[in-house]
């Protein structure tokens, strides 16, 4: 194991109480359980319940503003990489994760060509200071970024009109819940996969948690 990976990992079984930089998305890390409260239902409605405001946005708004949360994250795990963060099979992980949020902005950026609405720009980012030269607070950061999209997928998903666009929506989504459980293994978060269903968010909370990393509007 090198020096970076044991030095990471030790600090990962110390740091029980992580610090937490985006505050303004506290609660996108928990667990929405249905145990005993209504099964299936209690998800269908949270998704009804919260996509209310994607529904303005239309097929191509959504699509733009799933551009730039998936390079939000495909530029911070590249960073991350650049920064030496990461060695052997770390770093092939964060490395694949990164290669799936490109891989997804360069597909919802052909899809708008189809629609002939306009790629948005990439924002100017800005991550919190020492997130690439802190190995805990990166994968602290990554393990609220990644719930942030899910959440967001899963709301903006019934308010989608095409049939295409959502079965891409939820291929999508699916990849992003795989991420968020590798970095909860990298975390050392046991079990690593321990969401039973997860949260649907509205945008006004996805906006509020994503804005101060330079995504307005």
Known sequence: MSGVESRGLIAFDQETSRRSF???????????????IGGFGVAV???HATHEGYVPLGDAGILQFAYQLEQLEGIFYDEG???GLFADAF????AAIRDHEFA?????AATLGDLGAEVPAVPEFTYPDGVFTDVVAFLELAATFEPV???????????????DILAAAIS?????????CAINIMNL??????IAFEEALPLAAVQDAVAPFGITG
């Not at 770093?91 to 964060?94: E, K």
């Not at 997804?104 to 919802?108: C, D, F, K, Q, W």
């Not at 899963?154 to 095409?162: G, I």
């Not at 999508?172 to 968020?180: G, K, L, M, P, S």
């Open 81 to 83: 990489l650049n920064a």
């Open 104 to 108: 997804h902005a360069e597909a919802i």
């Open 22 to 36: 985006l505050k303004t998305a506290a609660w996108a890390g928990a667990a929405l359980s249905a145990a005993g």
């Open 91 to 94: 770093a092939d992980q964060v």
């Open 149 to 163: 999209g899910i959440g967001a997928y899963q709301s903006a998903a019934v308010a989608l009109e095409s049939k």
């Open 189 to 194: 978060v046991v079990p690593p996969n321990n």
């Open 172 to 180: 999508i989504h699916n990849a992003e819940c795989q991420h968020r």
């Open 45 to 47: 409605k949270q998704a």
